[in-house]
Protein backbone atom coordinates (compact mmCIF):
# COMPACT_ATOMS: atom_id res chain seq x y z
CA UNK A 1 0.00 0.00 0.00
CA UNK A 2 1.41 3.68 -0.77
CA UNK A 3 1.25 6.19 2.18
CA UNK A 4 -0.82 9.44 1.20
CA UNK A 5 1.59 12.28 0.39
CA UNK A 6 1.21 15.53 2.63
CA UNK A 7 -0.45 18.69 0.59
CA UNK A 8 1.35 21.15 -0.02
CA UNK A 9 -0.86 23.60 2.27
CA UNK A 10 0.76 21.06 5.42
CA UNK A 11 4.45 21.91 4.83
CA UNK A 12 6.90 23.22 7.57
CA UNK A 13 7.91 26.32 7.67
CA UNK A 14 11.64 26.82 6.71
CA UNK A 15 11.44 23.72 4.09
CA UNK A 16 10.76 25.50 0.79
CA UNK A 17 8.21 26.81 -1.00
CA UNK A 18 5.64 29.40 0.43
CA UNK A 19 5.43 31.32 3.26
CA UNK A 20 3.53 30.01 6.63
CA UNK A 21 1.10 32.90 7.57
CA UNK A 22 1.85 31.77 11.68
CA UNK A 23 5.01 32.28 11.73
CA UNK A 24 6.91 34.90 13.97
CA UNK A 25 7.48 38.67 12.15
CA UNK A 26 11.38 39.35 11.90
CA UNK A 27 12.37 42.06 15.13
CA UNK A 28 12.31 45.74 13.44
CA UNK A 29 15.69 46.60 12.89
CA UNK A 30 17.04 49.61 15.92
CA UNK A 31 16.26 53.31 15.73
CA UNK A 32 19.29 54.74 15.84
CA UNK A 33 20.15 56.93 18.49
CA UNK A 34 19.73 60.74 18.79
CA UNK A 35 22.63 62.60 18.30
CA UNK A 36 22.14 65.49 20.72
CA UNK A 37 25.14 67.09 20.75
CA UNK A 38 25.32 67.88 16.96
CA UNK A 39 21.49 69.01 17.05
CA UNK A 40 22.67 71.31 19.65
CA UNK A 41 25.85 72.27 17.51
CA UNK A 42 23.26 72.98 14.38
CA UNK A 43 20.54 74.98 16.31
CA UNK A 44 23.44 77.11 18.00
CA UNK A 45 24.78 77.55 14.32
CA UNK A 46 21.83 78.72 12.70
CA UNK A 47 20.37 80.39 15.63
CA UNK A 48 23.25 83.04 16.89
CA UNK A 49 23.73 84.49 13.19
CA UNK A 50 19.84 84.85 13.05
CA UNK A 51 19.52 86.47 15.84
CA UNK A 52 22.51 89.06 15.52
CA UNK A 53 22.25 89.96 11.69
CA UNK A 54 18.21 89.42 11.50
CA UNK A 55 17.99 91.55 14.99
CA UNK A 56 20.29 94.24 14.14
CA UNK A 57 18.97 95.02 10.27
CA UNK A 58 14.89 95.25 11.91
CA UNK A 59 16.63 97.51 14.91
CA UNK A 60 18.01 99.71 11.83
CA UNK A 61 15.20 99.36 9.82
CA UNK A 62 12.27 100.30 12.30
CA UNK A 63 13.24 103.85 13.14
CA UNK A 64 14.27 104.51 9.39
CA UNK A 65 10.49 103.74 8.56
CA UNK A 66 8.28 104.25 11.96
CA UNK A 67 6.78 107.50 12.06
CA UNK A 68 7.29 109.80 14.84
CA UNK A 69 5.02 111.16 17.67
CA UNK A 70 5.60 115.32 17.94
CA UNK A 71 5.40 116.30 21.57
CA UNK A 72 5.65 119.94 23.44
CA UNK A 73 6.44 121.33 26.46
CA UNK A 74 4.86 124.09 28.19
CA UNK A 75 7.45 124.57 30.57
CA UNK A 76 5.48 122.24 33.47
CA UNK A 77 4.81 119.05 31.28
CA UNK A 78 5.51 117.68 27.58
CA UNK A 79 2.39 116.77 25.97
CA UNK A 80 1.21 115.06 22.78
CA UNK A 81 1.15 117.99 20.13
CA UNK A 82 -1.90 116.13 18.59
CA UNK A 83 -3.48 114.09 21.03
CA UNK A 84 -5.86 112.41 18.50
CA UNK A 85 -3.07 111.18 16.53
CA UNK A 86 -2.59 107.47 15.45
CA UNK A 87 1.53 107.56 15.09
CA UNK A 88 1.88 105.61 18.57
CA UNK A 89 0.04 102.73 16.47
CA UNK A 90 1.49 103.10 13.55
CA UNK A 91 5.10 102.41 15.05
CA UNK A 92 3.76 99.41 16.66
CA UNK A 93 2.86 98.62 13.05
CA UNK A 94 5.56 99.11 11.83
CA UNK A 95 7.65 97.28 13.67
CA UNK A 96 5.57 94.11 13.06
CA UNK A 97 5.63 94.38 9.39
CA UNK A 98 9.26 94.86 8.95
CA UNK A 99 9.83 91.60 11.33
CA UNK A 100 7.71 89.81 9.11
CA UNK A 101 9.47 91.40 5.73
CA UNK A 102 13.15 90.77 7.65
CA UNK A 103 12.15 87.27 9.03
CA UNK A 104 10.83 86.25 5.76
CA UNK A 105 13.92 86.95 3.96
CA UNK A 106 15.69 85.20 6.78
CA UNK A 107 14.04 82.29 6.75
CA UNK A 108 14.44 81.51 3.14
CA UNK A 109 17.91 82.94 3.38
CA UNK A 110 18.23 80.26 6.08
CA UNK A 111 16.71 77.72 3.78
CA UNK A 112 18.68 77.90 0.80
CA UNK A 113 22.33 77.60 2.27
CA UNK A 114 21.36 74.44 4.62
CA UNK A 115 18.84 72.86 2.24
CA UNK A 116 20.98 69.94 1.87
CA UNK A 117 21.21 69.26 5.72
CA UNK A 118 17.84 70.90 7.25
CA UNK A 119 16.03 69.11 9.82
CA UNK A 120 14.03 69.68 13.35
CA UNK A 121 17.32 71.42 14.96
CA UNK A 122 17.50 73.61 12.34
CA UNK A 123 13.93 74.99 12.07
CA UNK A 124 14.45 74.83 16.55
CA UNK A 125 17.51 77.36 15.82
CA UNK A 126 16.06 79.85 13.02
CA UNK A 127 12.67 80.05 16.16
CA UNK A 128 14.67 80.79 18.68
CA UNK A 129 17.40 83.15 17.38
CA UNK A 130 14.71 84.93 15.49
CA UNK A 131 12.87 85.43 18.86
CA UNK A 132 16.46 86.78 20.67
CA UNK A 133 16.77 88.99 17.47
CA UNK A 134 13.32 90.24 17.75
CA UNK A 135 14.47 91.75 21.48
CA UNK A 136 17.56 92.45 19.95
CA UNK A 137 16.14 94.86 17.04
CA UNK A 138 13.40 96.57 19.92
CA UNK A 139 16.68 97.62 22.02
CA UNK A 140 18.50 98.58 18.83
CA UNK A 141 15.53 100.64 17.58
CA UNK A 142 14.76 102.46 20.69
CA UNK A 143 19.01 103.43 20.90
CA UNK A 144 19.10 104.57 17.18
CA UNK A 145 15.12 106.54 17.17
CA UNK A 146 15.03 109.87 19.06
CA UNK A 147 16.29 110.67 22.23
CA UNK A 148 14.93 108.98 25.36
CA UNK A 149 15.30 111.10 28.14
CA UNK A 150 12.25 112.95 27.47
CA UNK A 151 12.58 115.81 30.13
CA UNK A 152 15.89 116.96 29.31
CA UNK A 153 15.18 116.59 25.56
CA UNK A 154 12.32 119.39 26.68
CA UNK A 155 14.63 121.29 28.38
CA UNK A 156 17.06 121.70 26.01
CA UNK A 157 14.73 122.90 23.12
CA UNK A 158 12.82 125.25 25.30
CA UNK A 159 9.12 125.77 25.80
CA UNK A 160 6.40 125.77 22.73
CA UNK A 161 8.78 123.75 20.54
CA UNK A 162 7.86 120.54 18.82
CA UNK A 163 10.02 117.69 18.67
CA UNK A 164 10.12 113.87 18.42
CA UNK A 165 9.42 111.48 21.37
CA UNK A 166 11.21 108.60 21.94
CA UNK A 167 10.17 105.30 20.19
CA UNK A 168 8.72 102.57 22.54
CA UNK A 169 6.39 99.54 21.69
CA UNK A 170 2.90 99.44 23.24
CA UNK A 171 1.72 96.48 22.14
CA UNK A 172 4.60 93.45 23.30
CA UNK A 173 3.26 91.19 20.76
CA UNK A 174 4.74 92.57 18.05
CA UNK A 175 7.70 91.36 18.43
CA UNK A 176 6.26 88.22 17.44
CA UNK A 177 6.59 89.14 13.67
CA UNK A 178 10.45 88.59 12.83
CA UNK A 179 10.06 84.86 14.51
CA UNK A 180 6.47 83.86 12.40
CA UNK A 181 8.06 85.74 9.24
CA UNK A 182 11.18 83.84 10.02
CA UNK A 183 9.75 80.33 10.33
CA UNK A 184 6.82 80.46 8.19
CA UNK A 185 8.86 81.56 5.11
CA UNK A 186 11.26 78.53 6.31
CA UNK A 187 8.28 75.70 5.94
CA UNK A 188 6.96 77.40 2.87
CA UNK A 189 10.27 76.88 1.27
CA UNK A 190 10.53 73.32 2.45
CA UNK A 191 7.19 72.61 1.38
CA UNK A 192 7.86 73.73 -2.20
CA UNK A 193 11.73 72.81 -3.36
CA UNK A 194 13.43 70.51 -0.22
CA UNK A 195 14.28 67.42 -1.78
CA UNK A 196 12.03 64.51 -0.77
CA UNK A 197 12.44 60.98 -0.17
CA UNK A 198 11.00 58.56 -2.98
CA UNK A 199 8.57 56.35 -1.31
CA UNK A 200 8.53 52.10 -2.89
CA UNK A 201 5.86 50.97 -4.74
CA UNK A 202 3.42 49.63 -3.85
CA UNK A 203 3.21 45.74 -3.57
CA UNK A 204 7.19 45.87 -4.10
CA UNK A 205 8.04 45.12 -0.53
CA UNK A 206 6.61 42.35 1.58
CA UNK A 207 6.38 41.30 5.35
CA UNK A 208 10.28 39.83 6.99
CA UNK A 209 9.46 36.07 8.27
CA UNK A 210 11.04 33.94 10.46
CA UNK A 211 12.91 30.40 9.27
Partial sequence: MIAPQPSED???????????????PAA???RPRPRW???????LLVGLPVAVLAGLALGVLWPLL????????????????????????????TFLLAGLAVGAVTGALVFWLRRRRGGIAEVLGLAAGAVAGAFLAW????????????????RRVGEGVVF????????????????????????LCT??????????APGQEFPR???
Fill in 10 to 24: HRTPGTGGGHDPWSV
Fill in 28 to 30: PPE
Fill in 37 to 43: GRDIRTA
Fill in 66 to 93: APRVPVVSNGRAVMLQNSEGQQAIAIDG
Fill in 139 to 154: RVGVWLGPEQDLVAHA
Fill in 164 to 187: DAPLKLEAKGVLTGLPFGAVGAHL
Fill in 191 to 200: ALWAPRTPLP
Fill in 209 to 211: WKG
